[in-house]
């Protein structure tokens, strides 16, 4: 059956990350094949490249810059199992590395409630970008304080819930968990490092994963250049996100980007 990526005709293609991982991922080319900039979309915990949330902000933020999008580790046509956003900032960085291959002047990280962890912590921790979207993320790791994360937290902590995942949505979990001895480094604590590279924490009222206080100890925890936009009836990540939310992102992307040339 045709998808809606299928309609604008994507490049579809596969990453290779440092520690092995095959990616599916795609490019979609500016208008007017323009190269000045780039942004590399990292979905959710779920999500892929055949899901309709991706497909419809892969869509909307090619009007404005060329864009590339993949599956994470676990997900979709890749590759591997998912760490929850711990070995995901090795796909980040394929993909970065890949849309600097095709050219393109500035990129920016886009990343969507997993993927907006991993798009901290990869501008944090690698760099190398010229500026941060982090939409719908969470601030520190084991957050169980609302319905939907105590239900995805039993998916990820026990092997009947990683089969449940797997049959339902696809993704596969790692069982090895986290060793709190050496657990990742979580948003907050990294946040303050992805100065100079401009930020922009998006997140909205009706979130009911995670409430407003994570993207404010984001915000608060990051160092200038800094925005956060509370928006007001945005749920939850890429299958929140209204045609308005994704165009006003979309066009605040080069103003991103120059304020990282001040």
Same mark, same amino acid.
């Given at each position: 059956?045709?998808?809606?990526?299928?309609?604008?005709?994507?490049?579809?293609?596969?990453?290779?990350?440092?520690?092995?991982?095959?990616?599916?991922?795609?490019?979609?080319?500016?208008?007017?094949?323009?190269?000045? @900039? #780039?942004? *590399? %979309? !990292?979905?959710?915990? /779920? +999500?892929?490249?055949?899901?309709?949330?991706?497909?419809?902000?892969?869509?909307?933020?090619?009007?404005?810059?060329?864009?590339?999008?993949?599956?994470?580790?676990?997900?979709?046509?890749?590759?591997?199992?998912?760490?929850?956003?711990?070995?995901?900032?090795?796909?980040?960085?394929?993909?970065?590395?890949?849309?600097?291959?095709?050219?393109?002047?500035?990129?920016?990280?886009?990343?969507?409630?997993?993927?907006?962890?991993?798009?901290?912590?990869?501008?944090?921790?690698?760099?190398?970008?010229?500026?941060?979207?982090?939409?719908?993320?969470?601030?520190?790791?084991?957050?169980?304080?609302?319905?939907?994360?105590?239900?995805?937290?039993?998916?990820?902590?026990?092997? @009947? #819930?990683? *089969? %449940? !995942?797997?049959?339902? /949505? +696809?993704?596969?979990?790692?069982?090895?968990?986290?060793?709190?001895?050496?657990?990742?480094?979580?948003?907050?604590?990294?946040?303050?490092?992805?100065?100079?590279?401009?930020?922009?924490?998006?997140?909205?009222?009706?979130?009911?994963?995670?409430?407003?206080?994570?993207?404010?100890?984001?915000?608060?925890?990051?160092?200038?250049?800094?925005?956060?936009?509370?928006?007001?009836?945005?749920?939850?990540?890429?299958?929140?996100?209204?045609?308005?939310?994704?165009?006003?992102?979309?066009?605040?992307?080069?103003?991103?980007?120059?304020?990282?040339?001040?």
């Amino acid at each position: 059956m045709p998808t809606a990526l299928d309609r604008f005709s994507p490049a579809r293609l596969t990453l290779e990350t440092s520690d092995g991982e095959r990616l599916g991922a795609v490019h979609v080319a500016a208008p007017g094949e323009d190269k000045s @900039l #780039g942004v *590399v %979309v !990292a979905h959710g915990f /779920t +999500g892929s490249l055949a899901k309709p949330g991706l497909q419809a902000v892969i869509q909307a933020l090619s009007a404005y810059a060329g864009v590339v999008a993949f599956d994470f580790r676990g997900h979709g046509s890749s590759t591997g199992v998912s760490t929850l956003g711990d070995r995901e900032v090795l796909d980040l960085e394929a993909a970065v590395a890949f849309a600097r291959s095709l050219g393109y002047e500035r990129i920016v990280t886009c990343g969507w409630s997993m993927g907006g962890s991993v798009v901290l912590r990869h501008a944090a921790l690698v760099g190398g970008v010229d500026a941060v979207v982090s939409v719908s993320a969470v601030s520190r790791w084991f957050y169980k304080g609302t319905k939907p994360m105590r239900r995805l937290h039993w998916a990820v902590e026990t092997r @009947l #819930g990683r *089969v %449940v !995942a797997r049959r339902m /949505t +696809g993704t596969r979990i790692s069982g090895a968990g986290w060793d709190t001895a050496t657990l990742p480094e979580s948003p907050t604590e990294v946040a303050g490092r992805i100065s100079p590279i401009p930020l922009l924490v998006v997140h909205g009222d009706r979130d009911h994963y995670f409430p407003l206080e994570h993207p404010q100890a984001i915000f608060d925890a990051a160092n200038e250049p800094k925005e956060l936009w509370l928006l007001e009836g945005f749920g939850h990540a890429e299958s929140g996100a209204t045609p308005e939310i994704l165009d006003q992102i979309g066009r605040h992307l080069r103003v991103l980007v120059d304020r990282a040339a001040v």
